[in-house]
């Protein structure tokens, strides 16, 4: 389960573009919409899902492993 949570919070550290502003954030700041896009704390709306929630039901074996290619 350790592992788990490790891999969880390295996943939620790598940036990801708002598609309502287009600013950059961490993915563990932000909303996923139904079509797999991701929204920041000022442009989402009640239908999507915080990284919290989406976090839970990732499958982590489809994930890339950690390494230093990731910026």
Same mark, same amino acid.
């Given at each position: 389960? $350790? *592992?788990?949570?490790?891999?969880? /919070? ?11 502003? @287009? ?10 919409? $139904? *079509?797999?896009?991701?929204?920041? /704390? ?11 929630? @989406? ?17």
């Amino acid at each position: 389960m $350790e *592992d788990h949570q490790i891999s969880i /919070e390295d996943f939620g550290k790598r940036v990801q573009r708002c598609y309502g502003c @287009f600013i950059a954030y961490h993915l563990k700041d932000m909303y996923l919409g $139904e *079509d797999v896009t991701f929204f920041c /704390e000022h442009c989402h709306d009640d239908t999507m899902f915080h990284f919290d929630q @989406f976090s839970k039901l990732m499958d982590l074996s489809k994930l890339d492993p950690p390494g230093g290619h990731h910026h």
